[in-house]
Every structure is written in C-alpha cells, then in structure tokens.
C-alpha cells in the first residue's frame, strides 16, 4: 500500500504558485520523499527530493515539515505546461533495494 | 546519450500469447526496474535488479519473468498473457550508489490483451 496521500485534484491559476500537499505519517527515519511528475501518459519525470531538510531546484521548493510527517510540493510561477499529475513517493532505499511506492497522485490543473 | 528506451510503444497480444517487453539504458546504469500502470492508478514495482546477474520481486510479480544477462538490457516476459495484464509499462534506472539518486523513466509501453 501506498504510504503517501494526497488531494485528488487541485487548481492553479498561471502565474500563481501551486502548493501540492502530500501526508507521510508513517515514513521511517532512512526514507525520503520524493516528487515525480507526470504529463498525459509519458513516464514520470523527477522533481525533487529531500529527508529532513528544505530543498530548492529549478523546478520547485520542497518544504517538510520537522515532524516529517508532511510535506508540501511548490512550483512557484505555474504555467500551463505544469498541468499534469503529481505523485508523492516515499523511497525505500537500501543498497540492495530501492523501491518507489506510488500512490494515486494529485492532478493539478493550470488554467489561464 | 539515448537514455531509458523501450520498445515497442505499442502491442496488442490475445490471451494465452507470449512477449517480451524490452528495455535498454546507455548510461551504464546499475539499477534497472519495471513497473506497470493501470488506468487511474498510480506506478506499481514488478521487478527489479540491482545489477547484471542480480534480480529480485517487486510488489506485483506474478505473471512476469525477467532476467538481467548484461548492464544495459532489462527484458519483461509475459509468458501467457491475461487480460489482467493490461497496461502500461515503464522501465527505469538509476546511477550507481554515490553519483545520483533519482530514478529515470522511459516513455512507456502500452499492451492491451484480449
């Protein structure tokens, strides 16, 4: 099962920021957080990630809060080429395994 | 670099049919996985290898063999396919240990089985 929830859906005007919420209440103290990204139905593209800390790159912000429990995915100018579905992911990662757990994802509309 | 490709984009098999989906990266690449993708639903792990020689069960196996003879080729079989087994397909890999951590997808292939 998914140890990720998420809002089905969710709206942004161009231009405005979009915050993606997502729950990770039961992830453990080794695994991150991740954000991929899917458009129509091409394989999923990586955004970010992070563990504890905040993290920034070109595409967006990751803010997690300090209990880890949450996070928030942010693109901060959307356009309409950020309409696509967004998926939460906790990571298992060992050296012998490394498993994306998906779960249903947000959809996020950009309208003009 | 061509990176993560599979082949073919499409495929239409009848039940009880056979194939192979392929799957090939050019970066030298340690780790390689399938997943699959039902509609509305998101990514599920079927198998997974860590390196050539090495391969190990995912969430969804059964139904699915794959084996891993060299770095940059990671086959799926579908021995006899079910319409269960409707879907698509994504293949990913990742860097060794120490030079990246994210996973790269290839563009998918869509089976349906009647």
């Known amino acids: 099962d998914a140890k990720t929830t998420q809002p089905t859906s969710m709206d942004c005007a161009e231009g405005r920021a979009a915050n993606l919420p997502c729950n990770h209440s039961?992830?453990?103290?080794?695994?991150?957080v991740y954000w991929y990204r899917q458009i129509h139905s091409q394989g999923p593209q990586y955004i970010i990630h992070?563990?504890?800390n905040n993290e920034t790159n070109e595409m967006a912000s990751l803010i997690i809060t300090e209990d880890r429990k949450s996070s928030t995915l942010i693109l901060p100018h959307a356009t309409l080429r950020d309409t696509a579905v967004y998926y939460c992911?906790?990571?298992?990662?060992?050296?012998?395994?490394?498993?994306?757990?998906f779960g249903t994802g947000t959809r996020l509309q950009v309208f003009p | 670099n061509a990176g993560v490709t599979q082949t073919p984009k499409f495929q239409v098999l009848k039940t009880g049919q056979s194939m192979t989906l392929q799957c090939a990266q050019d970066?030298?690449?340690?780790?390689m996985s399938w997943y699959r993708q039902d509609p509305g639903m998101g990514l599920r792990l079927i198998h997974y290898?860590?390196?050539?020689?090495?391969?190990d069960q995912g969430e969804v196996p059964n139904g699915y063999n794959v084996s891993r003879s060299t770095t940059e080729d990671f086959p799926l079989r579908l021995l006899s396919a079910a319409p269960s087994q409707t879907s698509v397909y994504f293949c990913?890999?990742?860097?060794?240990?120490?030079?990246?951590?994210?996973?790269?997808f290839g563009p998918g292939t869509r089976l349906l089985v009647l």
């Open positions: 990913a890999s990742r860097p060794p240990l120490g030079r990246g951590e994210t996973q790269y």
């Open positions: 970066m030298n690449h340690e780790y």
């Open positions: 290898s860590v390196g050539a020689g090495i391969t």
């Open positions: 992070g563990l504890k």
């Open positions: 992911i906790v990571r298992e990662f060992t050296y012998n395994t490394d498993k994306l757990i």
């Open positions: 039961t992830i453990s103290g080794n695994e991150y």
